[in-house]
């Protein structure tokens, strides 16, 4: 709800004081038959329960509508400015290290962390392993803050999501001005459980990257092997 201010900072907004920078946390629908989860009224123990099957399993939200191809009438992410932004020069770096643990190169190899107390909060698995490097340019006439987001798409290996975020940001920049930006991956963020084998797994085939200014407007694309 509105608080005492909304009517300063709206003003703000409308007569160009405030540049706006606000994204949506969720997707909004062009019908309500368009999202995976709807409130069901009977088949409780009591008529007036509120009964939610959530049946759309790991595809919540923006995950429904791609893999779905259902077209949004505002997308996750999606957001408005005074000022236009421009991607470039996107790169994937790998963080290469000579020491690498036992865990980290079974991983590598295809296997899987361990099932003991503690494995899926193991440091190798969190830690930085690739890099994602590009560059975001204002080039419109006034100051603005863009959001730029990662989103990950796994391979079909992965029986995941078609796409994931797994970063954002919230940069000011200049007119005419190039802000450099890089997001963290983990082996964390390139894994899936595997339930048979009780573990974090590296699926098998590429991982697609994108980044852009919301879940169906990407710039950049590169790829993870």
Do not use: C
């Not at 429904?64 to 236009?84: H, Q, V």
């Not at 983990?186 to 098998?204: E, H």
């Amino acid at each position: 709800m509105p608080g005492q201010e909304s009517g300063n900072s709206l003003v703000d907004i409308l007569y160009g004081d405030v540049n706006p920078s606000g994204r949506l946390p969720y997707t909004i629908a062009k019908k309500p038959s368009d999202y995976a989860a709807h409130v069901v009224y009977t088949g409780g123990n009591n008529p007036n329960d509120v009964q939610i099957p959530y049946t759309e399993g790991l595809l919540l939200d923006y995950r429904w509508f791609d893999s779905k191809d259902i077209a949004p009438r505002y997308e996750f992410g999606f957001g408005l400015s005074y000022t236009n932004f421009t991607y470039s020069g996107i790169e994937v770096v790998k963080r290469y290290d000579s020491m690498l643990s036992h865990e980290a190169a079974q991983w590598e190899n295809g296997g899987v962390t361990g099932s003991e107390v503690g494995a899926s909060v193991a440091e190798w698995l969190h830690e930085t392993a690739y890099e994602v490097k590009f560059n975001v340019k204002n080039t419109g006439s006034v100051e603005g803050w863009e959001v730029p987001q990662l989103y990950l798409h796994p391979p079909p290996s992965a029986n995941s999501a078609p796409s994931i975020l797994r970063g954002f940001d919230r940069i000011s920049v200049s007119p005419g001005e190039t802000v450099a930006v890089s997001f963290p991956l983990s082996r964390y963020d390139l894994s899936i459980w595997d339930v048979t084998r009780q573990g974090w797994a590296k699926p098998s085939g590429s991982w697609r990257v994108s980044v852009g200014a919301s879940s169906r407007d990407s710039r950049l694309h590169a790829t993870i092997s």
